[in-house]
């Protein structure tokens, strides 16, 4: 997921330099949300984790 979400981040900026601001934009809000996606999924992993953690104690 992160790796994605760098990978749009870098179309973005490329689109961005070469003057296709649309598809900068619409890459970017991808990016924006394929990133919050991944964030989302690595904080529920690591409220498990450590409850997994506390029950093994």
Do not use: Q
């Not at 529920?44 to 450590?50: E, Q, T």
């Amino acid at each position: 997921m992160l790796k994605w979400a760098l990978i749009f981040f870098v179309i973005s900026l490329v689109s961005g330099f070469f003057g296709f601001s649309g598809v900068s934009a619409a890459t970017a809000t991808i990016a924006r949300v394929l990133f919050a996606i991944f964030l989302i999924i690595f904080l529920v992993f690591l409220i498990l984790a450590v409850m997994a953690g506390n029950a093994a104690l």
